[in-house]
């Protein structure tokens, strides 16, 4: 009788023996009401989780396999959703190994259950796009959309590829849709959480609404849809440039604004104290403003 393992049971070894090596590092959040969210354990201390899978609380529990201890927020980004806790114990742990993620490619969502025992789905890598900028602002490194399901108390956990490599961090994106925040912008941003406990972001300081461009400026506008300005923030940079509410926002350095997210492209932290020429119409006229990028408050 042949007892050599088959090439299903040298995958399914496989799966069990990446799980076995993570699951001190993947790590159950739990409210008071027990209630529970999965992170990842970054550092001996330091846990990342979805910054919008967690509520407003100050303190938690953070329970994994045979350890209990409490913990605290330190730091959130709601731009990356990338949000951090440190842990009243430290727990033992090696740095994750990065990933580069294939379409294709093998991925499983680490989580787990409310009493930190380990939990997992497989999937494959559906797509890797490039770079691109939430709503909130926030630069993504990569734009990785994996084909598993994902239930809400498991978002927040690692995401591997087949060598047990950290592709990233999973998250919930539009309904039906689970994303993988790439390990470098966990790598990017979790440095700036610890520091400082905010990412630091370009602003200009206004309140922004999509509007259409008059019929009678759309060519020499050059676009159908621009931003009018609701508001502007006292003394801050579109204030000090002359902005007002009513101006229609068409451009900034050449970009043309028919939403946030090119703004928010524009608006990111790498940028800030850069000078910017905006491009408007006030009054039924085109005119050009300058500004500098500031920081938001």
Do not use: C
Not at 165 to 187: H, W, Y
Request: no cysteine; aromatic share 2%; net charge neutral.
């Amino acid at each position: 009788m042949n007892l050599e393992p088959n090439s299903l049971q040298l995958h399914s070894q496989a799966i069990e023996a990446i799980v076995a090596a993570a699951k001190t590092r993947v790590v159950a959040i739990r409210n008071a009401s027990h209630r529970h969210v999965t992170g990842l354990l970054w550092q001996p201390d330091v846990i990342v989780a979805s910054e919008q899978a967690i509520g407003e609380r100050d303190e938690y529990e953070v329970v994994a396999t045979g350890h209990s201890s409490r913990a605290q927020i330190i730091g959130r980004d709601a731009g990356t959703n990338i949000l951090i806790l440190r842990t009243s114990e430290r727990i033992d742990v090696s740095p994750w190994s990065p990933a580069v993620p294939a379409i294709g490619g093998v991925a499983l969502a680490l989580a787990a259950n409310s009493d930190g025992t380990p939990a997992v789905r497989a999937g494959i890598v559906r797509s890797v796009g490039d770079r691109w900028f939430s709503r909130a602002g926030g630069r993504i490194d990569q734009r990785i959309t994996l084909d598993i399901r994902l239930h809400r108390t498991e978002e927040g956990g690692p995401v591997v590829d087949a060598s047990g490599a950290l592709i990233g961090m999973s998250t919930l994106g539009r309904p039906g849709e689970v994303l993988a925040i790439p390990t470098a912008t966990l790598n990017r941003v979790v440095p700036q959480l610890l520091t400082n406990g905010r990412v630091a972001r370009g602003w200009l300081g206004v309140a922004l609404q999509p509007i259409a461009v008059p019929d009678a400026l759309v060519d020499q506008a050059g676009q159908r849809v621009g931003m009018m300005v609701m508001s502007v923030a006292e003394r801050g940079p579109a204030a000090t440039a002359g902005v007002t509410a009513g101006d229609i926002l068409l451009t900034v350095d050449g970009i043309a604004l028919r939403g946030m997210r090119p703004l928010a492209a524009r608006l990111s932290e790498e940028n800030i104290g850069q000078s910017v020429e905006v491009r408007l119409i006030r009054g039924g006229h085109i005119q050009n403003l300058a500004t500098q990028i500031g920081t938001r408050p």
